[in-house]
Every structure is written in C-alpha cells, then in structure tokens.
C-alpha cells in the first residue's frame, strides 16, 4: 500500500520539480575565483546563488547583472559572469584580438570581475544571447552572507558608449 503510494507521489512531483527547475529557477554552487569580490571573497567559504530563469526568459538583461550563461568554448561548462555590454555598446577590451568591440545585435560582453583571473568575453568575443540561461539574484548560503546581488559595472569596465535599445 505504502508503495503505491511512494510510486504515485513520484510520477506526480517529479515532472512538477523538472518544470520549476527548467522555468522558475534553482540554487548553484559558485566556484572559483572569477567573481571576487561580488563572489567567493575568501577562498575558504564557497557562495551558493539563487538563479532565475523567468528573469532572461525573453533576454532581458541589464548592463551589471550577475548571469550564467553556457560557455561558448565548451557547451559542458556553465559560467557565472557580469553583463558589461549590450548590443551596440562599444567597450575597450582587455587583451582581446581587438582593442576596441562593438557588440553585435544579439550579443552581449560578459566579464569576471576578478580581472585578468577570469575566462570571459576578452577570451571568446562577444557572447550570443541563446547562451544565457539564468540570472543571479541573490547569494543564498552561507547564512553570514545573505544578501541580493547588486546590478553594477565597475568604473573601469563600462562601455566606451552606451547605446539605448
């Protein structure tokens, strides 16, 4: 008895927990430096994110959010980095094959605010859109740091211009 119904919850919820997951959002361990100081500060204690899908479902991103998006490099790896750049935007980079990139329609400039620590779009260019798949909200473990993200550029890293979509 106590097994169909052990049986009848699981076909009932977990179709239900696969669609929160691929629609609402979900919390992902951080790792890595790339972040800091946003993320991870210390390198003892490992950040947890709450990451929401409903927040770029039709890629509505602002220049300062924290997304994380599917490498271009390799399609296994998924990264968290900050949205630099919009379309039309034109940014001075750092080591890339270009000093100067202006972002193509569909495509944003992401980079780790660990400078020079990070694998970011002045590694892969400019990244497409398709390849955003949740934003950070807010850091969820552990308990001592609490808080939302702030949607923010560094002085240093702001576009050259800003172009208005």
Same mark, same amino acid.
């Given at each position: 008895? /106590? ?19 691929? +629609? &609402?959002?979900?919390? =992902?361990? &951080? ?14 204690? +490992? ?7 409903? =927040? ?13 998006? &599917? ?35 569909? *495509?944003? /400039? ?6 020079? *620590?990070?694998?970011?779009?002045? +590694? ?9 798949? =949740?934003? =950070?909200?807010?850091?969820? /473990?552990?308990?001592?740091? /609490?808080?939302?993200?702030? +949607? ?10 800003? *172009?208005?979509?």
């Amino acid at each position: 008895m /106590w097994l169909k119904s052990l049986c009848k919850s699981i076909l009932f919820g977990l179709p239900i927990g696969v669609t929160i997951l691929d +629609t &609402v959002g979900y919390v =992902a361990r &951080v790792e890595g430096i790339s972040m800091q100081p946003a993320l991870n500060p210390e390198s003892t204690n +490992t950040d947890y994110v709450f990451l929401s899908r409903l =927040a770029v479902k039709d890629y509505e991103i602002n220049r300062g959010d924290i997304i994380s998006l &599917v490498s271009p490099k390799d399609p296994n790896l998924r990264m968290i980095k900050r949205v630099v750049a919009l379309q039309g935007d034109v940014v001075s980079t750092l080591g890339y094959k270009n000093q100067y990139v202006k972002v193509p329609d569909g *495509h944003c /400039w992401v980079e780790g605010d660990h400078t020079g *620590h990070t694998l970011d779009s002045n +590694t892969f260019g400019p990244l497409s859109l398709g390849l955003i798949n =949740a934003k =950070a909200l807010c850091i969820v /473990w552990p308990p001592q740091r /609490w808080q939302r993200l702030e +949607t923010k550029i560094p002085d240093h890293r702001k576009p050259v211009n800003y *172009h208005t979509i």
